[in-house]
């Protein structure tokens, strides 16, 4: 994908620090941030930082990679519930894929996603990993 | 409201076309559809596309289209709702006609997805997805609906072999449609032992990548009776839309966009769900074909998989689904599918369609969505 | 035909938006005409836009547009036509409401051009010409309109200096439009000798890079009284294209698809080019504003150079073009710039244009195009 | 610009060998070639192929460039008049841009246009150079 240090810079909330947003109406947070609730509509909504550390509601291991992201294959992709009931859509890495289960713990860190070229950016995001117990 | 009515269509057979290109392979639907309406002249064009600018840096679609269609000068242009895109560009086109804007519109759906490698084309595909938030960490659209299979099998308990009836039942309509692209038939034992691509989503749960284009005549009504002796009534559209991103849905088993545009367009239809006897619905992959039959309310939540691997939905029942073969076994050139649908179902109403017939129906349907059901298009057409 | 009435505005002043994306950009414009249309509830959206796919990865933009901006589920999609996607977003949103699909319907025009460097930019709108024997070849758009004004000013006699008075006056204009990007003056001098971009089209003859959303509220009559005191009546609306590649134009100094476009709309309003009071005409280029002045029967062929240095169509002429600086000052945030415009002249006509005013207008037009003249739409509007 | 085998292959009678298409009912010429007439509509047209010879009829001087082209600044663009009347939108090369003129004799030949980044494929295509007097 196309990648300039303003689009990187824009997404540095959500992609950083995992922000979503809260409606301060009728109280739905979500994932990505946005300048209205998605619910009641509302744009009286703030950023709010979202726990790290969620559960695995369901996954998939993806084989066939876009161009550019070969090295990655395969991509474990997962909608992750985090502990305050807010879903995330991400990718988990450092595990074996066979290894997943519904219901795993998994915790976000801030990883390397993915380059524009030899020569461009380099963009960061978070990656969950399995969470270490306790 | 002005009445608006189907009075051509054209197709070309889905499939690798590298002898042609965007706007060659449109024009070649597009004469089709003109000389099944006897010649109509079209006053303007829309054109559903997804890709053209992705693979070909080609915008101004919908001016090329007409030009290389011979049709320099009419009013035109691009409809873009991703694989959504054909379906978006009907309602579109019925709008320019039932507005009174014009009296005669011709719609055209053309992809090419062939040119490319398969790395290529899975990342224009995943355009369809949040590019900030999804698209960036390499997850591809095939992973998105497998997040929604594995849910939907573990939820409402589906099995693997169950699932599969789907690609084997496309594969049987699929080899008896003349414009298909996978004219052969399949197992049940061919779908689970098929290549992996984001598991649990095998090659066969999956519509192939192909080039195609499929167009339309729509005209009002007076104009319509002089195109045509069998015109289909356009008797309901619908559109409605989701999120992009699949972390803010409400619910991965609901498909709210497919329900909210059919509501709309059963409602102006003055249908309900058991009056369809005839549709083509959204399998881009076996789980979504199964989400759209519950939430187009032909059977009920979570019950798709079973009726279905039962035998349901073939060929006299009401209604009978995809027996153009669907996404899966026609083929999926995206920006053309929801083109291809309402062709199909205008020429089962018609009477004509080449390939496995529904019987005498006199109401049909067309469900076709961008994305994991993120903008869905309804439409319904009586003879 | 039912009636359509603009009840609510809304702009981004144009310029380098580096704080917001795509989504959040357009949401900003569309809480503007929301509010301006008393909280009106749209029920679709129509989304105009050109290089989300080239320059963002990201389709399915009539969803993501909609999930923003806080009207998850209602119906939407994308129109492009180039630099004209948000005319002809205008046409689609009219359609919608005057098929009586919905009775009201959003347009935003959304478009980033700042993210990125001028050469991926350039790259981007060359999308506009035809890929295969323009863009293949490295010619840029700008380089398509040097070729006309080069033949146009030895065709017409057309002096370097006389051309200058365009991007004189937009940039006088512009610096008293709050919405605009350049708000400061220029003289004839500047322009002569700002840096060359494709000979003889100079910086200062060209329009900015910026990014921008404009969105409109339009509404069915009855619903219009409840939102608007103020409702603006699209009275006439009009589409036509020309071909994508230049070579086999019949005539580069005609400009058919606006021609065209504003018969269609002109016959549609039944006015005359004399009735109309103001207009916004597509200076991408200081040479396109000059064709749009003549294509749209406001003067001869060939004589718009003189008429315009000579100050006609200034504030009180009949028409007076382009108060809000046209696309040379107030920008061109291309997929957006047909939304500023329909915009701006419902603002006229309200008599609530925050820049230049054109007196008591009661007609006013608006004309976008993408492409080098290649898909037009012609909007009239009447107080 | 994304270039594949099949699509440089396509354009190979337009790129390669300046076809275009004649209309056999109301016999307009016209480039590059396409399944129907842009003038009367009609579908009945054939392959035809155009002369390589012509004079410039207006042209332009590009200094801005799109990305991948850079190597190539100033561009020449040009509206290139063929003998047999027919116009082709066209680049000048190995000529001065400064010494170009109204009317100037131009030819075609087949030269390098572009390519797909560092490793991919070649794109080849007609550029106009002035022509050899006589
Ligand atoms: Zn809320
Ligand atoms: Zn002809």
């Known amino acids: ?134 | 409201m002005r009445r608006v009515f189907v009075v051509g269509v054209g197709m070309t057979r889905v499939g690798r076309r590298f002898d042609k290109g965007l706007g060659e392979l449109a024009a070649e639907a597009i004469f089709r559809a003109i000389d099944d309406a006897r010649g109509a002249r079209p006053e303007a064009l829309v054109v559903g596309n997804m890709m053209a600018s992705s693979l070909f840096n080609q915008d101004n679609l919908g001016a090329l289209v007409a030009d290389y269609a011979g049709l320099r000068g009419v009013a035109a242009y691009h409809v873009e709702a991703a694989c959504g895109s054909g379906g978006h560009a009907v309602v579109a086109g019925y709008s320019l006609v039932a507005s009174g804007l014009y009296d005669v519109v011709l719609v055209v759906g053309v992809e090419k997805m062939c040119d490319y490698p398969t790395s290529v084309v899975t990342a224009a595909l995943a355009q369809a997805a949040d590019a900030e938030h999804e698209l960036v960490y390499g997850i591809s659209f095939p992973s998105l609906n497998a997040l929604v299979m594995r849910l939907y099998m573990k939820t409402f308990g589906a099995s693997r072999e169950a699932l599969a009836q789907w690609p084997v039942r496309m594969h049987e309509y699929g080899s008896r449609n003349p414009y298909a692209q996978l004219r052969f038939r399949i197992s049940v034992d061919d779908v689970v032992r098929s290549p992996v691509i984001a598991d649990p989503i095998r090659l066969l749960d999956s519509s192939p990548i192909g080039d195609g284009a499929a167009a339309l005549v729509l005209a009002s009504e007076d104009v319509a009776r002089k195109l045509s002796d069998t015109p289909v009534e356009v008797a309901g559209v619908g559109m409605a839309t989701d999120s992009v991103d699949l972390s803010s849905r409400m619910d991965l088993l609901d498909a709210p966009s497919v329900r909210l545009a059919a509501e709309k367009a059963y409602r102006m239809a003055r249908v309900s769900p058991r009056d369809i006897d005839v549709a083509e619905v959204h399998d881009a992959f076996t789980v979504t074909g199964l989400l759209c039959l519950e939430a187009l309310g032909f059977v009920e939540r979570g019950k798709a998989w079973k009726e279905f691997a039962d035998g349901r939905f073939g060929p006299g029942d009401k209604p009978s689904v995809n027996l153009s073969g669907g996404l899966k076994a026609r083929g999926h050139p995206v920006g053309a599918t929801g083109v291809y649908q309402v062709a199909e179902i205008a020429m089962q109403l018609r009477g004509d369609f080449p390939g496995v017939k529904a019987g005498s129906p006199s109401i049909g349907l067309a469900a076709n969505f961008g994305g994991v059901a993120t903008q869905t298009s309804v439409v319904v057409l009586r003879r």
């Not at chain 1, 922000?19 to 947070?29: A, I, L, P, Q, V």
């Not at chain 1, 994932?31 to 998605?38: G, M, T």
């Not at chain 1, 161009?67 to 990718?91: K, M, W, Y």
Request: aromatic share 8%; hydrophobic share 35%; proline share 9%.
């Open chain 1, 1 to 134: 994908m196309k990648v300039s240090p303003a689009r990187v810079w824009r997404a540095r909330g959500s992609r950083y620090r995992l922000e979503g947003s809260r409606c301060r109406d009728c109280g739905f947070t979500f994932y990505p941030p946005k300048p209205a609730c998605p619910k009641c509509g509302s744009r009286n909504v703030e950023r709010v930082q979202l726990p790290p550390r969620g559960r695995v509601v369901t996954w998939a291991v993806q084989y066939t990679v876009p161009e550019g992201f070969r090295s990655r294959a395969p991509i474990v992709a997962a909608i992750i519930e985090l502990e305050n009931g807010v879903r995330v859509l991400g990718t988990i890495v450092d595990v074996d894929p066979s290894e997943i289960r519904d219901g795993m713990t998994v915790e976000a860190q801030l990883r390397r996603v993915a380059e524009d070229g030899d020569e461009g950016l380099i963009v960061y995001g978070l990656k969950f990993v399995p969470a270490p117990r306790g």
